[in-house]
DNA sequence: ACGCTTCCAGTTTTT
DNA sequence: CTGGAAGCGT
């Protein structure tokens, strides 16, 4: 083991090496923190003596605890078996939830956990059931309003009372008690009752309570910035008995206050938590000195902050660029362009980021990119566990593990296709009010119900099936069990009968979330040295996003400033920097949430490490509508003297229409939209070897015939006729294609 | 029961 | 402009 303390700079190490109490870290951006706290975990095991599994360290991503763990295992390697409990707020309630709420709530140890898309249609179920207008209630605004209050500790009663004389909020009331009234009897928890069941099983169980208390003598929390109220507290009540509360943050970087983050938990920690020390990491390793002027430039126009200034010792490195492109799909040639030509002075595709405001704006960058032939990814659009194809075969796992779960019950009743419609569900539905029973229970005994003469057939087929998966279920692995149930339910077959580009793609995604299943179950048996319940497996899936994907592959990256947040890159594109869109027009509202957004222009330019670019356009097309906005105050904020005023002439000179309609090509529509075939590997070399007549899958431009073959080797050219995306000619040797 | 058409609302989203 | 959901017609 090499010595970790030597390698920090004083201020780490005073960090790390910090006696007992409550420890606040303020942490700039690329300062170091998670050696910071890799590096305390490891002093408090090897050199204070504590337990490796009386310390509890809490991330916000799953991404951040895996890498947490990977360095605090390199770290402790050979210090036994036991290991602390690192993981997210939520993955850590779970682990505590499953040892100790049968005791403490009305809960069984397999609860379920609903992800944001169940809690929507629960909360449409509530909405209906009281026969409540949803276009006054929209279930957007009611989950926000739900969401809210579990956050802030509010539960169904204690809202009722808050809200007395407030119409509105009355009514909101009674959805929320209805809509937590059907959790508790699905035995299901959302997101937010995961952290608020934990506190509240803290709170009333004194056993419990203590027996964690006693447990975790050392609470670590990363980014605290981002906790709220609900975390806070159960942080509080953790650390209480042995008050060792040692917290990393950076109040410049708190972007989620509009989910309930609390920017105050940072701002006042020195108050709740007497005898607090301090300390402030501010020398930046990640970026070069023009980069982080111009980020101090712009967050020091923020009042609520600590104060805070950063320094390098690398020097000025290149100055910031800035290109006013003519409107969104010029401005994305522009990032293209760019990409292009310095991938060619040997930078890779995987050091490259490209940064917007809105998951709109994805758009016209990933077309662009796919024109020059770039390799990138999208982040965060639409989540691989939140595709209806991977959905329907968990919800027929989730019912396996629970009958009486409704929500799956009404979700796979009819998928595939069963004839069982609005009609048979809404009598059902009917006796399960009248009778206080599940969905299954009543399905099971439909032939006690005069009303389900009909259908009684098909839904005791259907429960049958389920019976006997969950038989297979007991004695057999989770890989078979997988298996079996795409067997039984003939999904596969079904999709590949459609042979859609649509329905490849879904089974692709039914693939991988096998091959999801096969290495959990790995893992699991290596970790715990027995194979893994279906709860252990449901309960993962649920708690994963796409984040977590670390795809080890070269390609740029595409998402929101938001999505960005803990990575860098050599290269960032911070793209639409317009007023009414960064900063968006709806944070005019309050300087409150002008902070907030210029917050999230902090962390975006503190990504880079060694170029940055900055991008907005003349004109803008939104929704249809096409608008002119003034520059971005941000822009305005960073010093003329750190930007690249050659550039930034030139982009203006540029900018004429002509020169961006020469430039077009944008080709790969479907009624506008870009075609994305998931798990689909295209190879370069295959369109060398096409001829005449072939049908063939292109990455971007879907299925298509091989028209015309001219020229040999790297003059090949081939000609194709998409289906979608219409006539295209390619060089072969540069074209990446499947023969089909 | 299901598929097609029309109408409407539209930030960010670690879990 | 877009995706989703409600509504209508078979």
Redesign the pocket.
């Known amino acids: 083991m090499d010595n970790y303390i030597e390698k920090l700079n004083e201020q780490q190490k005073k960090a790390v090496l910090a006696e007992d109490g409550p420890i606040l870290i303020l942490a700039g951006a690329g300062s170091g923190k998670t050696s910071v706290l890799t590096s305390r975990i490891a002093y408090l095991v090897r050199e204070k003596g504590v337990y490796s599994s009386s310390i509890l360290a809490i991330t916000?991503?799953?991404?951040a605890a895996k890498e947490m763990k990977a360095r605090v295992e390199k770290l402790l390697d050979d210090m036994g078996i036991y290991f602390p409990w690192i993981g997210?707020f939520?993955?850590m309630c779970v682990k505590m939830l499953r040892m100790s709420c049968e005791v403490a709530l009305n809960y069984t140890s397999s609860f379920v956990i609903y992800d944001?898309d169940d809690q929507k249609i629960l909360i449409k179920d509530c909405i209906k059931e009281l026969n409540i207008n949803d276009k006054m209630y929209?279930p957007?605004m009611i989950s926000h309003h739900i969401s809210s209050a579990k956050n802030e500790l509010i539960s169904p009663k204690e809202f009722e009372g808050k809200y007395k004389d407030d119409f509105q909020m009355e009514t909101i009331s009674t959805i929320y008690s209805l809509y937590q009234k059907k959790l508790v009897s699905n035995n299901a928890m959302d997101?937010d009752d995961l952290i608020f069941n934990t506190v509240k099983m803290l709170e009333t169980n004194k056993e419990v309570r203590e027996f964690f208390q006693n447990k975790f003598r050392h609470v670590l929390i990363d980014?605290y910035q981002?906790t709220n109220t609900a975390q806070y507290k159960l942080a509080e009540i953790i650390a209480k008995k042995n008050n060792n509360i040692f917290v990393v943050g950076d109040d410049d970087q708190s972007i989620?206050g509009?989910?309930g983050?609390n920017i105050q938990n940072i701002l006042n920690f020195e108050y709740d938590f007497k005898g607090c020390e301090v300390i402030k990491l501010e020398q930046n390793y990640r970026s070069t000195s023009n980069i982080l002027n111009a980020a101090n430039h712009v967050i020091k126009n923020n009042t609520n902050r600590k104060g805070k200034e950063l320094w390098t010792d690398k020097g000025d490195g290149n100055k910031i660029k800035f290109y006013k492109a003519y409107n969104g799909p010029n401005e994305a040639l522009f990032v293209a362009a760019e990409i292009k030509k310095q991938v060619e002075n040997n930078i890779d595709y995987d050091e490259i980021a490209v940064l917007y405001?809105?998951?709109?704006q994805s758009r016209d960058i990933e077309i662009a990119l796919a024109n020059k032939d770039i390799p990138f990814r999208v982040y965060?659009s639409l989540?691989f566990y939140s595709r209806k194809e991977v959905k329907d075969v968990l919800a027929y796992l989730k019912l396996i593990l629970n009958h009486n779960d409704d929500l799956q019950f009404k979700r796979i009743i009819?998928e595939p296709?069963r004839?069982?419609?609005?009609?048979?569900l809404q009598k059902i539905e009917q006796i399960v009010i009248d009778e206080g029973l599940s969905f299954y229970e009543v399905a099971k005994n439909a032939k006690d119900y005069y009303i389900l003469h009909s259908?009684k057939e098909k839904l005791m087929s259907f429960v049958n099936m389920i019976e006997k998966l969950t038989t297979f279920s007991m004695n057999n692995t989770l890989e078979e069990l997988y298996e079996e149930v795409l067997n039984v339910t003939k999904i596969m077959e079904i999709y590949k009968k459609e042979g859609t580009i649509e329905s490849r793609s879904r089974i692709e995604n039914i693939k991988e979330l096998k091959s999801a299943v096969v290495s959990f179950e790995e893992d699991f048996i290596e970790e715990n040295g027995q194979g893994p319940k279906l709860e252990n497996f449901i309960a993962s899936c649920t708690?994963a996003?796409d984040?977590?994907n670390t795809k080890e592959q070269k390609q740029v990256t595409i998402?929101?400033l938001?999505?960005a947040?803990g990575l860098e890159f050599k290269m960032v594109f911070i793209t639409g920097m317009e007023e009414g869109l960064f900063p968006?027009m709806?944070?005019y509202e309050s300087e409150t949430?002008l902070e907030e957004e210029r917050r999230l222009c902090y962390v975006g330019i503190t990504r880079a490490k060694e170029m940055l670019y900055l991008l907005n356009t003349k004109e803008r097309t939104i929704?249809?509508k096409t608008q002119s906005y003034p520059d971005s105050r941000f822009l305005q904020e960073i010093p003329e003297q750190l930007m690249d005023n050659n550039i930034k002439r030139k982009a203006f000179a540029n900018n004429s229409f002509a020169a961006y309609k020469g430039n077009t090509g944008i080709s790969i529509k479907r009624?506008?939209?870009a075609i994305e075939i998931a798990g689909f590997k295209a190879v370069k070399g295959e369109a060398l070897d096409v001829i005449k007549g072939d049908r063939v899958l292109h990455k971007k431009f879907g299925e298509g015939t091989i028209k015309k073959v001219t020229g040999k080797g790297d003059e090949q050219v081939i000609e194709v006729d998409f289906d979608m995306a219409g006539f295209k000619r390619l060089m072969a040797s540069y074209t990446k294609l499947k023969k089909l």
Do not use: C
């Open positions: 916000f991503t799953n991404k997210t939520h993955s944001s929209p957007r997101f980014e981002d989620y509009w989910r983050a405001r809105t998951n709109a965060g989540s009819n296709k004839g069982i419609g609005k009609t048979t259908p708690l996003t984040q977590d998402m929101t938001h999505a947040k968006s709806q944070s949430k929704y249809g009624g506008g939209k």
